[in-house]
């Protein structure tokens, strides 16, 4: 199993980038898919997570409106497109993949990415 995430990188504040991650070595459509974000010393945290049927999302409160969740399962690829970035965004980014119907929780999903660095400048 392999999750390949990329897309960071430095922006100034106000600006966008789009993360992507691509998955293999399992049934895409299959999971639900999440992105976590973690800072030096600081828990992992989740940031999106699109679900498996349907495709549903959620947002953690401090990204709605600016952060967008999307997945191709064509492609067995989601994205993570960020708008109106701020300093506070700045964090290694992980996608992830879940089983669970509980997909805010980082310690029930069961693979990982590599991360993948965004750094907001202000």
């Known amino acids: 199993v392999q999750l390949q995430a990329s897309g960071g990188g430095l922006v100034q504040a106000g600006g966008s980038l789009r993360l992507s991650c691509v998955a293999s070595?399992?049934?895409?459509?299959?999971?639900?898919m999440g992105w976590f974000r973690q800072i030096p010393g600081s828990e992992r945290e989740i940031v999106a997570a699109?679900?498996?049927?349907?495709?549903?999302?959620y947002y953690a409160d401090s990204v709605k409106g600016r952060l967008t969740m999307s997945r191709d399962n064509a492609k067995n690829v989601v994205y993570l497109q960020m708008n109106s970035l701020r300093p506070e965004d700045t964090a290694v980014y992980y996608c992830?993949?879940?089983?669970?119907?509980?997909?805010?929780?980082?310690?029930?999903?069961?693979?990982w990415g590599q991360g993948t660095q965004v750094t907001v400048s202000s």
């Open positions: 070595g399992i049934t895409f459509n299959s999971y639900t």
């Open positions: 992830a993949a879940t089983t669970s119907v509980a997909l805010t929780r980082a310690d029930l999903y069961a693979y």
């Open positions: 699109i679900r498996r049927n349907f495709g549903s999302t």
